[in-house]
């Protein structure tokens, strides 16, 4: 009996991290996103937002880059490697007040073009890896933002040769309320592709939502 309850309680205590840990899944890109649990769908998170939600790159003012590494259980084969990169295009447009809400937490910008943003990312070892390529853009327009990401993710192992596919995703967030009650969804690989052409093997389509409501400039609340 207590064997058991032993086992459960491994499972249970296992990171979301390293159940989506490949480059075939959404995956946890940043370390805040880690310490958040995977929450991602809403933060706005600087340039790990080209693989979050593309969509949350419209609030990037400068040129961000940021790397990751990670490792499950202390294995060198669960390694995985990541950088990702936000290039905002043309010049700022001002943030407009908000009635009733602290600057600090209104003060918004984006990009009159837009941002840009590249990812890489690769898990696994000589014997079995994956690797993962994406190019994003979001866009901000008032209290909408939109945004869209192309990932070419590629499988490797040893003796068997490998395999690519094309995923496209979108990305939205949405103010309910004036930057304090925000919506936020993407659908990661709405394509369906598919890892070998005879064969219904596909990579996951994820379909995540989620709610950000910020009470005060230093209390984020998260759900999804």
Do not use: C, H
């Amino acid at each position: 009996m207590n064997k058991r309850y032993a086992r459960i309680g491994l499972l249970l205590l296992l990171p979301p991290a390293f159940a989506r840990a490949q480059a075939t899944g959404p995956g946890v890109w940043g370390a805040r996103t880690a310490a958040l649990g995977g929450t991602a769908v809403t933060v706005p998170d600087g340039a790990w937002a080209a693989a979050n939600n593309p969509a949350a790159l419209g609030e990037v003012t400068q040129l961000t880059i940021g790397f990751q590494a990670t490792n499950q259980f202390l294995l060198a084969n669960l390694n995985t490697v990541g950088v990702a990169a936000a290039l905002p295009v043309g010049p700022q447009l001002p943030a407009q007040p908000v009635p009733g809400v602290p600057a600090v937490v209104a003060s918004r910008q984006a990009p009159r073009y837009g941002v840009a943003g590249i990812t890489a990312r690769r898990f696994g070892n000589k014997q079995y890896a994956e690797q993962g390529f994406g190019l994003s853009y979001g866009y901000r327009l008032g209290t909408v933002s939109v945004g869209a990401r192309v990932e070419v993710v590629q499988l490797s192992i040893e003796g068997l040769g490998s395999r690519r596919a094309v995923a496209a995703s979108l990305g939205g967030q949405a103010d309910i309320l004036p930057r304090k009650l925000t919506f936020g969804a993407s659908l990661v690989n709405l394509n369906q592709a598919r890892l070998a052409p005879d064969q219904d093997e596909r990579l996951p389509t994820v379909l995540r939502a989620g709610l950000a409501y910020r009470p005060s400039e230093k209390v984020l609340l998260l759900t999804e």
